[in-house]
């Protein structure tokens, strides 16, 4: 799973994940990082199943979950 092969976990909001900007970041980012997109329930559900509850909390509105290995400064980077 996810939260067991990756270091950080961050949450984003996102209105259309069609954009161009967000298409490159996943590209780019495919071998450090997962990206979760998708009904808020299903995405709540997940976390509290893995242990994670107050994160779960978190998932509101148009929201996002970005697992990664990257350092915040790296991530960072990518995000410029």
């Known amino acids: 799973?996810?939260?067991?092969t990756?270091?950080?976990?961050?949450?984003?909001?996102l209105v259309n994940p069609r954009t161009p900007f967000f298409q490159r970041l996943r590209r780019e980012l495919c071998e450090s990082s997962r990206f979760f997109l998708g009904q808020n329930k299903?995405?709540?559900?997940?976390?509290?199943e893995?242990?994670?509850?107050?994160?779960?909390?978190?998932?509101?509105?148009?929201?996002g979950l970005l697992f990664t290995n990257l350092s915040q400064v790296e991530?960072?980077?990518a995000l410029a």
């Open 50 to 63: 893995q242990g994670l509850p107050a994160l779960a909390e978190r998932v509101r509105e148009h929201v």
């Open 75 to 77: 991530l960072e980077d």
């Open 1 to 4: 799973s996810a939260c067991t």
């Open 42 to 48: 299903v995405l709540q559900r997940g976390l509290k």
């Open 6 to 13: 990756h270091s950080s976990v961050y949450t984003f909001q």
